[in-house]
């Protein structure tokens, strides 16, 4: 079990291909090359940005803390609320106001393509960039006999580092789903006193699972087992997870097919997400 604290990790610069002005606390990671690879991490953002339209070839959470988050005309996402970006779907342009704080969890999708990880962004970028420039989200290569073309800064990494063309798997939906949590009723577990739960989505074929769960303080909550990873995350309150501490914002992982109890001190409230189901 992956176990971190938010307020141990030192905010670094996150050298993007899209934008500058943001800082992140890398807050867990996947295994690298694994279909359910992921990357979560903590980002703020202090400056005005903007980053252009564009689309992935993996899976994406966001979920705003502070500030409120675009990604697209009209389309915001306002604190505690959680957007889902499914793979192939485009979103869009995004105008950052500045001043947001919130979560960023990327990881592969139902296509299986998998997600690179954060060292291989930056291995792929910082050779990109001697052989031509990122520019607002966009790579632009060097002229050589005038058939280089411009191209989206994180598919050029892509290409680059697989040595293959990227190739977008067919949208399973027509655009980002924005949850509002707020808006859900807690359902209480007959089987587990002071539990209650919030199923918020379930998506695709690969059983991409969001919810959140609040255990009242003094009670305990089980969680797994399940085919596949866990991500958990505590939005509010205090306890432990197999009598390691936990605060806010405070993240671990739970294995596939692994269990932890979790119990609180305090009134606690966790985001739990479930990775897509690989066999």
């Known amino acids: 079990m992956q176990l971190v604290h938010e307020e141990q990790l030192p905010w670094k610069p996150i050298a993007v291909q899209r934008q500058s002005g943001k800082e992140a606390k890398v807050l867990m990671s996947g295994i690298e090359g694994a279909p359910d690879n992921y990357t979560f991490v903590l980002v703020r953002e202090g400056v005005v940005a903007t980053t252009p339209r564009h689309k992935h070839n993996f899976d994406q959470l966001r979920m705003t803390i502070s500030g409120r988050t675009n990604y697209g005309p009209k ?45 291989q962004v ?30 989206d800064g994180y598919e050029a990494i892509w290409e680059f580092t697989n040595q293959r063309p990227l190739v977008y798997p067919q ?17 209480d577990d007959p089987a587990q006193p002071g539990v209650s739960s919030k199923i918020l989505g379930v998506f695709t ?10 255990v009242a303080r003094g009670a305990s909550t089980v969680l797994g087992p399940r085919d596949g990873v866990l991500l ?22 739970v294995t596939a097919r692994g269990v932890v109890h979790v119990t609180a001190a305090d009134d606690l409230e966790l985001l739990l997400v479930g990775l897509p189901i690989f066999a």
């Open 75 to 119: 389309r915001w996402i306002e604190p505690g609320e959680i957007a889902y970006f499914p793979e192939g779907v485009p979103y869009g342009p995004e105008e950052c106001e500045g001043d947001r704080l919130g979560f960023t969890l990327q990881f592969g999708g139902a296509s299986g393509n998998g997600i690179m990880t954060q060292r």
């Open 205 to 214: 074929e690969r059983r991409l699972e969001i919810a959140m769960r609040r």
């Open 171 to 187: 949208p399973r939906y027509d655009e980002p789903v924005l949850m509002r949590p707020a808006n859900f009723t807690w359902l």
């Open 122 to 151: 930056h291995a792929g970028r910082e050779e990109l960039a001697r052989a031509g420039k990122f520019e607002r989200g966009v790579y632009y290569p060097s002229p050589a006999g005038g058939k280089e073309r411009p191209m």
């Open 232 to 253: 958990g995350c505590v939005l509010s309150g205090s306890g432990s997870v197999d009598r390691e501490p936990i605060v806010r914002l405070s993240a671990f992982e």
